[in-house]
C-alpha cells in the first residue's frame, strides 16, 4: 500500500534559519507529488506540485521541493523563513495516472520571530 | 485555482441529531472529496466521487454517507450525530486527468464540527 512519511512532527526555527522538511513516500511506480500549507485558522494550500520534468520545482512564498526518484524523497525547502510561514505543511502523493491523495501525517512549522 | 465552499464553518450539535454539511465548487471539477481531520493528524480521506451519481466511500470507515446529484454539490450527511464524529471536515475537488486536467486537489475551509 502507498504509504507517506513525514520525517519531523514539529520542527522550531528562528527568523532567517534555512529551513528543510522531509517527505518520503513508498510506492512502485510514476507519481505526482505535492506539499500543502494550512496557515492557522485558514484552509489548506496548495504551495508546489511535481508532475514531470526538472525535478526542482518552485512554489509560492519561496519555497521549492526536489524530487529525488532514487531515494524516493519529496524535501520541502526554503533558505530563510519568516514568522509569517507558521503553518502546518503536508506531503501528498498520488500515482501519476490518477487516485487517491495520500497524505503524510503533517509538519508543524513554528517560527520565532 | 478552484472556489470551493463550505457550509456552515462550525457547528455545534447535541447528540442524536442529523446534520448535513455542505460543499460546493464553481469551476466544474468532476472529481470530489471529504477528508476528515482531527488536530495536528494527517487527512483521511472518507468519501470520493468522480462525477454525478458516482460516490465511494474513501480509506477510513465513516458513518457519514454522501450524494452527488449535481456536479457542483457534494454534501456529507451524519444520520444521527455522536461525540466520536467531532473532526473538522475538509471537501475538495479536483479535475480529471482523461479530460486533461492536472488532478491537482483544492481545498475548501473546512467545517469544524462538536457533538456534544
Known amino acids: 500500500a502507498q504509504s507517506v512519511s513525514q520525517h519531523n512532527h514539529h520542527v522550531i526555527l528562528s527568523e532567517a534559519a534555512s529551513l528543510e522538511l522531509g517527505c518520503n513516500y513508498s510506492?512502485?511506480?510514476?507519481?505526482?507529488l505535492f506539499w500543502y500549507v494550512q496557515y492557522p485558522g485558514q484552509h489548506l494550500q496548495l504551495l508546489l506540485k511535481y508532475f514531470s520534468g526538472d525535478p526542482l520545482v518552485k512554489g509560492i512564498k519561496g519555497f521549492e521541493a526536489e524530487f529525488i526518484k532514487s531515494k524516493f524523497s519529496f524535501n520541502l525547502r526554503k533558505p530563510s523563513v519568516q514568522w509569517s510561514d507558521t503553518a502546518e505543511y503536508f506531503c501528498?502523493?498520488?500515482?501519476?495516472?490518477?487516485?487517491?491523495?495520500?497524505f503524510g501525517q503533517g509538519t508543524e512549522l513554528s517560527v520565532k520571530p | 485555482e478552484a472556489d470551493i465552499y463550505q457550509t456552515p464553518r462550525y457547528l455545534v450539535i447535541g447528540t442524536g441529531k442529523k446534520i448535513t454539511l455542505e460543499c460546493s465548487q464553481t469551476?466544474?471539477?468532476?472529481?470530489m472529496y471529504w477528508y476528515q481531520q482531527d488536530p495536528g493528524m494527517e487527512l483521511h480521506l472518507i468519501h470520493y466521487s468522480y462525477g454525478v451519481n458516482s460516490t465511494e466511500k474513501g480509506d477510513l470507515s465513516s458513518e457519514s454517507t454522501v450524494s452527488r446529484i449535481r456536479t457542483e454539490h457534494f454534501p456529507l450527511t451524519l444520520e444521527s450525530a455522536r461525540p466520536s464524529h467531532t473532526s473538522q471536515y475538509l471537501c475538495?475537488?479536483?479535475?480529471?486527468?482523461?479530460?486533461?486536467?492536472?488532478?491537482?486537489?483544492?481545498f475548501g475551509p473546512g467545517t469544524r464540527l462538536t457533538v456534544l
Open positions: 510506492y512502485g511506480g510514476t507519481v505526482n
Open positions: 501528498a502523493v498520488t500515482p501519476n495516472q490518477g487516485g487517491k491523495l495520500i
Open positions: 469551476m466544474g471539477h468532476d472529481k
Open positions: 475538495a475537488s479536483s479535475d480529471l486527468l482523461l479530460a486533461g486536467g492536472t488532478d491537482t486537489q483544492y
